[in-house]
T-cell receptor
């Protein structure tokens, strides 16, 4: 079946521009996560959506970062006034959170390069 | 905050068992141990998870010590396609906190 899909796969933009990254989770998955991975580093949690509950935004590094999710479907991560330190791979994951642990399924990420 | 400690790199001969250790000495009673791996340029792939009992699936086995302060992921017959970065993560079940930390993992190289 279809996995987590992210677009674009690569994005190059100039410093100061806004960017929007998209994540299509696996159908029926109620939980959705965004992570950031800098070159040679581990994954850094950004934000978590679970159904209609308020999202856990505690990992967002600054107010330039925001994310939205429409119901239990598509999510977008927006970075405003991009800086060079925002260059990283942005990964999205979804899972069937039904009250006990379910594994997260990851997309292949969006590689963001800020010039 | 890092809750797990892993060696930065390991080698394993093709066809042999790969044993990847992880220390999680501050693990809480409601926290699970999860393993993921990441092959270059791809998103992380779920491998296995456990709470206190040893677990086995088609990919690997997970051995958790009785005191739960450490665990070992075992790939029984490593192949070249198992070359990847392996992440050990501890995390509470849903509803008790959603943040978790992947760390830098163990880079496993399977040698022909």
């Amino acid at each position: 079946g279809a996995g987590v899909s992210q677009s674009p796969s690569n994005k190059v933009t100039e410093k100061g521009k806004d960017v929007e990254l998209r994540c299509d989770p696996i159908s029926g998955h109620t939980a959705l996560y965004w992570y950031r991975q800098r070159l040679g580093q581990g994954l850094e949690f950004l934000i978590y959506f679970q159904g209609n509950s308020a999202p856990d935004k505690s990992g967002l590094p600054s107010d330039r970062f925001s994310a939205e999710r429409t119901g239990e479907s598509v999510s977008t991560l927006t970075i405003q006034r991009t800086q060079q330190e925002d260059s990283a791979v942005y990964l999205c994951a979804s899972s069937l959170d039904t009250g006990f642990y379910q594994p997260q399924h990851f997309g292949d990420g969006t590689r963001l390069s800020i010039l | 905050d890092a809750k797990t400690t892993q060696p930065p790199s390991m080698d394993c001969a093709e066809g042999r068992a790969a044993n990847l250790p992880c220390n999680h000495s501050t693990i809480s009673g409601n926290e699970y141990v999860y393993w993921y791996r990441q092959i270059h340029s791809q998103g992380p792939q779920y491998i296995i998870h456990g709470l206190k009992n040893n677990e086995t699936n088609e990919m690997a086995s997970l051995i958790i010590t009785e005191d739960r302060k450490s665990s070992t992921l075992i790939l029984p017959h490593a192949t070249l396609r198992d070359t990847a970065v392996y992440y050990c993560i501890v995390r509470a079940a849903l509803g008790t906190g959603n943040q978790f930390y992947f760390g830098t993992g163990t880079s496993l190289t399977v040698i022909p």
